[in-house]
T-cell receptor, first 114, second 115 residues
C-alpha cells in the first residue's frame, strides 16, 4: 500500500514567480510509479507525468520540472515563470508496479495572481 | 480517437433516488476503473472492471453501490437510494490489458449532487 503527503494545502504566487509543490510518499514496494495530475477549475484531470522508481533522473518539460529524490521519498514539482493558467489543484499519486490503483494525495491548490 | 467519455457531466438527484453514471472507454480498451472524489479530497479508488467481470471492488461501499461493464455498451456505476454523502465527483479511466499499471487517462467526471 502507498501513502502520500502533500503538505501544502494552498499556495498563492504572483504571475512569473517560480513555485514548487511538495510530495512525500511512503511505499513498501521496491518498484513503483509516481504520477502528477492537474485539476483545473473546470474539474477534469490532466495527466502531467509518470516516473519509474528506478529512474532518478530529473525531468523537465517546458516550464515544468520534477525532482525525484528516492532517498527522501520525495517527488517535487516545480513550475517556472508561473502563469494564470497554471491555477489548479495538483495531485501527486504513487502506484505500486504490480498495481492498477493510484493513491492520491489531498492535493495542493495553486493560485497564480496576475 | 475519442478519449474516455463520461455522462452526464452533472447529475442532480433527490435523496432516495437512484443515480446511474456511464463511462464509455477509449476505443479498444477493455479495462475500466472508477474513482470517487469527495469535496476537498483526492481521488479514491472504487472498482476495477473488465468486460463482464469485476476484478476488484475493494473500494466500493458495501451497500447501495454497484458497477458493471457489459460486453456491449458503457460501464455503469449505479448508486441506489442516494444520500447527501454520495455527493461527489466520480471519475472513470480505461486501459488496454497491456497498459502500464496506473498509467491511464481519466474522463472528465460526473458531478453528482444529492439534494
Amino acid at each position: 500500500a502507498q501513502k502520500v503527503t502533500q503538505a501544502q494545502t494552498e499556495i498563492s504566487v504572483v504571475e512569473k514567480e517560480d513555485v514548487t509543490l511538495d510530495c512525500v510518499y511512503e511505499t513498501r514496494d521496491t518498484t513503483y510509479y509516481l504520477f502528477w495530475y492537474k485539476q483545473p477549475p473546470s474539474g477534469e484531470l490532466v495527466f502531467l507525468i509518470r516516473r519509474n522508481s528506478f529512474d532518478e533522473q530529473n525531468e523537465i518539460s517546458g516550464r515544468y520540472s520534477w525532482n525525484f529524490q528516492k532517498s527522501t521519498s520525495s517527488f517535487n514539482f516545480t513550475i517556472t515563470a508561473s502563469q494564470v493558467v497554471d491555477s489548479a489543484v495538483y495531485f501527486c499519486a504513487p502506484s505500486g508496479a504490480g498495481s492498477y490503483q493510484l493513491t492520491f494525495g489531498k492535493g495542493t491548490k495553486l493560485s497564480v495572481i496576475p | 480517437n475519442a478519449g474516455v467519455m463520461q455522462n452526464p457531466r452533472h447529475l442532480v438527484r433527490r435523496r432516495g433516488q437512484e443515480a446511474r453514471l456511464r463511462c464509455s472507454p477509449m476505443k479498444g480498451h477493455s479495462h475500466v476503473y472508477w474513482y470517487r472524489q469527495l469535496p476537498e479530497e483526492g481521488l479514491k479508488f472504487m472498482v476495477y472492471l473488465q468486460k463482464e467481470n469485476i476484478i476488484d471492488e475493494s473500494g466500493m461501499p458495501k451497500e447501495r453501490f454497484s458497477a458493471e461493464f457489459p460486453k456491449e455498451g458503457p460501464s455503469i456505476l449505479r448508486i441506489q437510494q442516494v444520500v447527501r454523502g454520495d455527493s461527489a465527483a466520480y471519475f472513470c479511466a480505461s486501459t488496454t490489458p497491456r497498459r502500464l499499471p496506473g498509467g491511464y487517462t481519466f474522463g472528465s467526471g460526473t458531478r453528482l449532487t444529492v439534494v
